[in-house]
């Protein structure tokens, strides 16, 4: 029987790998919730709380961990600080960090304040509702291709 052995860099490790899960997984489903919004446009408002719950307890903490366990892997493995996969990983999280905080949350709360606005006067929204979230998508769609650019880094370490 093989045990594994367990130590303070697997747990580190560990820890890593599921913030980069729970950080970023929920976010690769945000597009399916909003390709559905025309179909059920009084849905919108409730789906945006939805994100912006999942945002403050599995985006925000779980980036702060995956930095901290990014850190701790670094100090503790066999890696340089001047190897391209951690330069990349840590480019990529600082990016994303500011992406979140700079962008995401503002326009996620704009976007909401937008739907109930709209949805208070009839049931349609607005355009102006439509060109956030196009934008809402566009950059989330470029912070994804930061992720898996930057989960290939980690894991080829090229």
Partial sequence: MLLATVTDYSVGLFLHILAVVLAFGPTFGYGIFFSVAPQYPRAV??????????????????????????IYLLAEGPWEASEAFVSVGFLAIIVLFGLQHA???????????????????????SPEFEAVSRRIGQVGTVAGLIVVVTIFFMVAKP
Avoid at 52 to 60: I, S, T
Avoid at 103 to 125: M, Y
């Fill in 45 to 70: 408002p409730a789906i945006l709380s939805g994100v912006q719950r999942c945002d403050r307890y599995l985006v925000n903490p779980g980036m702060i961990v995956l930095l901290l366990a990014g």
């Fill in 103 to 125: 962008f995401f949350q503002p326009q996620v709360r704009k976007a909401k304040e937008l739907a109930e606005r709209d949805l208070g006067a009839g049931d349609t929204l």
